[in-house]
Each structure stands twice: as C-alpha cells, then as structure tokens.
C-alpha cells in the first residue's frame, strides 16, 4: 500500500526539521605560521544542533524548491602550538548561526514508500554569537566576521508513513568569505598573525518531517 500519496501532490506544503552537525574552519596559515610563529589547526570536531522550518514549492514531479530558514548551534576548536614556549592553546569559538538556505530538490521515481533524492544550493549565514570582542578570561584573542555565503550539496531518502513523509538527509556546506577579523589583540597578536584566513565547513544531518 502507498502511504501518504497526497505530499506529492501539493504544489505547496509545509514542515519542520531538527538535526546535527559538525562545524570547522579550512585554516589558511600565513608565511609566519610556519617559521616562527604560532601555528593553528582544528584540534577536534564538537557536535552542534540544527533546527529549522521546510518551505516546499513543486516545479515539476521530480524538482522543488525549498527554503529552509533556521537556527544552528555549534562550536569550532582551534588549536595553537607556540613553537618558541613549546606549548599548545586551545580557543573553542562558539556559533549561533541564522540560516536562510535556497535548495533545490532534485527527486528519483517513488518507490513504494521510499524516494530517494539529491539537493543542492546556497545559503546566507549570519553569526549571532561570534566573539565580537576578545575575551581574554576564555583564551579567545581572535574575531569572527558575522555574513558568510554557503554553497551545499548533499543527498537523503524520503519515508513515506501513513500521515507524514520523513526524511532522513546529509548535507556538506562550503563557506566562501574570509570570517577571520583583521583585528588583533594588543598583548597577542601572534594568533592573527599565523592565520591568512578562516573559510568556514558544516557538515549537516538533518530530518525532516513534513
């Protein structure tokens, strides 16, 4: 028996998501970096929490267009080894991320009660809890920039139960400014100075229920 067969055939339907993700810097080091300076790397990857609403507009059987608007929470840690003090620092940079993403949602044929699918598309972030300012009582003697533009790209598999579709999905999303601030402290500008720029990375494990 097909279950739920109506989902497909609004052209305009509604839904909601929670999941998981893992976010990271692409750290691009300066020439200083590597000679005598300090030298930065992602230490370990932290779990953060994704929540959000589904917009869905049919263009065709096998296309949507989705708008994903909603909140992530999450933490990068980056780890600095002082060549001259033979010492590692840690500085854990926490984010609170408003996500306003356009994905298109490119469809299989349904099979029975499952369909799988591929989705790809762009998203604007913004940083609502970035460090603003350095915080010396955390260790934390870098800024973040606030905007970022994301381009994703991942794959999942529509369920389709008897009042709901539920939907499992893995997305990577690829950041492509630079969120490193030209600001340096005045007692530590090494960290700065070993950085040429930070690109941010997310991995995403959503469910959706719509």
Do not use: C, W
């Not at 790397?41 to 609403?53: A, T, V």
């Not at 267009?65 to 003090?85: A, H, M, T």
């Not at 604007?124 to 934390?140: C, G, L, Q, V």
């Not at 790209?153 to 030209?182: H, R």
């Amino acid at each position: 028996m097909l279950n739920y067969q109506k989902i497909d055939m609004k052209n305009f339907h509604f839904g909601y998501t929670l999941g998981f993700n893992t976010m990271d810097f692409d750290i691009y080091r300066t020439q200083k970096a590597l000679v005598n300076d300090t030298f930065p790397e992602i230490n370990r990857l932290s779990p953060g929490i994704d929540i959000g609403i589904v917009t869905n507009f049919k263009i065709t059987s096998y296309l949507d267009f989705r708008f994903l608007p909603g909140i992530s929470l999450g933490q990068r840690n980056v780890l600095f080894y002082d060549k001259e003090d033979n010492a590692f620092s840690e500085m854990k940079i926490g984010s609170t991320f408003i996500n306003l993403p356009f994905i298109l949602k490119f469809k299989s044929k349904r099979i029975n009660n499952y369909r799988p699918y591929l989705v790809g598309g762009a998203n604007i972030r913004y940083d609502m809890a970035r460090n603003k300012d350095f915080n010396a009582s955390e260790e934390i003697y870098i800024k973040l920039m606030p905007f970022d533009f994301y381009y994703e790209a991942g794959f999942g598999i529509d369920f389709y139960l008897p009042y709901f579709k539920f939907s499992t999905e893995i997305k990577y999303s690829v950041g492509n400014l630079n969120v490193l601030s030209p600001d340096k402290h005045d007692s530590y500008p090494g960290y700065v100075n070993s950085l040429d720029k930070l690109k941010s990375r997310m991995v995403i494990l959503s469910f959706h229920f719509e």
